[in-house]
Structure formats: C-alpha cells, structure tokens
C-alpha cells in the first residue's frame, strides 16, 4: 500500500493555559499544505523494518511511524511484520508536524490492511499517544484544535492559497520553545474566533492580517533570521507571513502566483527546503 502524508502550517497558534502535568493548552488553526511525505508498506515475515530515502530521521523505534504500527498491533493483536520505505519531503523539525503526518498516514494504512471496521475517532484516540499532532493529521484539512491538540473540530476548508514555505538550514526542539515560553508575557494574542469567521467567507486577506503565533516570541528571539525571512516575504509580494508551529519554517501568503514565483526563485538559492505550494 502507497499512501501521501502531508504537511501542516498554523494560521494562528495560541497558548491558553497549562496543564498540572506540565502540557500547555493551546488554541490553533492547522491546514493542510499539498507538500507530502510517500510512503509504502509491504507485509513481511517479522519485526518492523523502515528504510528512508531525503531525509535524516531515525530508523529505529524512536520513529513514529515504528511507534505506529507497534501501537496498533498491540492493541489489536495483529501478528505481523512491516517494511515502510519513506520518501522524505517534509523538512525535520520544521513546526510542519512531519513525523506527526507519518504516524498518522502509518495508523490509517495499517486500519486499512488489517482491521477495517477501526474508525477515525479510534485512530484518532491512539495517535495522541504517539503525538499531540498526530489526531489532526488523521483527519486533515481545515481544523480548530485545542487542549493539547486532541480536541478536533473541522473548519471549512480554506484550500487552493498560494504560499512560499521557507525553512531556513536549522531545526527547532519544539520541547526547548515550550519550556521558555512565558504565559504571562504573551500581550498579543490570536482572534480565534474572528480568524475562523474568515476562514468560513474565504477571506485570505483579513486572515492574513490577523494570523498570529505566539511561539514566535520565543523562536525568534533565539533565531532572528526568522523575522528577516518574514520581512523578505512582505517586501516581495506576499500579503501576510508567519512562523508555522514551533518553528523555524515561515510561510508568506501571495495573492499573485507571479509574485510567489518570483520570490520562491530568489529565496531557493539560499535555503535548501523551499517550497512555491497551495493549501489542501
């Protein structure tokens, strides 16, 4: 089986709370963008065996698509060997939710080898334990998602949007911005539910005007090319432009496609995953 696992951008990422254990609570818009991992599974005798070809993540049981399928044969008693070759896309530790995207795609296509009546909301319930992201990327698209990312609400879909995605030649720990984010120093914070009413009348602009991640307060601060690249998206067409989860990856929306090829053209010769893509 073949299957797609695509990345994800933030229109607004904001933290709302914490927990006692620790996670904090958060409130954000995901989408969908048609920039995807390939993925492929072949039954085999035993064990679980990855092969990954674009991309360095780990070939062993810290991946999460191992954890994946470990999960899901162990809770449904299955008794088997995988083999997964991954084509690698989605740049690593980006705040594009990658391996998130992987796991998820892993869950679905193991549902769909070997128990089919499992549904999305089971999936769904299994994922959290492999990564807050990871019930968003089962069900994709245009979503709401809050508490720790578990509690899902599909938006309509805010899809066929021009944008550049940038990530600059670095990675994020998403665990080191949470535990230097100060709650009590965020000032601004996102309009949710104004940015969700847009999002319903397909109004690019005012979402772009008001798309907000409070992360940025910290990745930025650490890595300031971050707001350099935001600015270099401004200045050469793009109506709005934000940091994507965690960080680093920045994203500029274009309402001319002629514009965003003409910046995707200058900024590739500096970073090496650049992408010129629509929303999904």
Request: charged share 25%.
């Amino acid at each position: 089986m073949k299957a797609k696992a695509y990345a994800k951008i933030n229109l607004s990422l904001d933290v709302v709370g914490k927990r006692e254990d620790g996670y904090h609570l958060l409130e954000m818009i995901m989408q969908n963008v048609d920039i995807y991992d390939e993925l492929e599974f072949k039954i085999c005798n035993e064990g679980i065996k990855i092969n990954c070809d674009g991309g360095k993540i780990p070939l062993n049981k810290n991946n999460l698509i191992y954890k994946a399928i470990d999960l899901f044969f162990k809770t449904y008693d299955i008794k088997s060997g995988i083999e997964v070759s991954v084509v690698k896309n989605i740049p690593v530790a980006a705040g594009m939710a990658g391996g998130s995207a992987d796991a998820a795609v892993t869950l679905k296509c193991m549902r769909d080898m070997f128990k089919n009546d499992v549904t999305d909301e089971e999936l769904m319930k299994l994922g959290l334990q492999i990564g807050a992201d990871v019930p968003y990327c089962i069900l994709g698209g245009t979503a709401l998602c809050e508490g720790i990312g578990e509690v899902v609400t599909p938006l309509k879909s805010f899809k066929g949007k021009t944008l550049v995605v940038v990530k600059p030649n670095f990675g994020v720990s998403t665990v080191w911005v949470y535990k230097n984010i100060d709650i009590n120093k965020i000032h601004k914070h996102p309009k949710t539910k104004e940015l969700i009413g847009a999002i319903k009348s397909d109004d690019l602009m005012y979402v772009c005007n008001n798309m907000r991640n409070v992360l940025e307060n910290v990745t930025i601060k650490e890595y300031p090319v971050i707001r350099k690249i935001k600015e270099q998206m401004i200045e050469y067409g793009a109506i709005g432009s934000m940091m994507s989860g965690s960080g680093p990856t920045v994203f500029g929306f274009f309402d001319d496609d002629k514009k965003a090829e003409e910046y995707y053209e200058v900024v590739k010769e500096k970073y090496d995953k650049c992408y010129i893509t629509k929303t999904i």
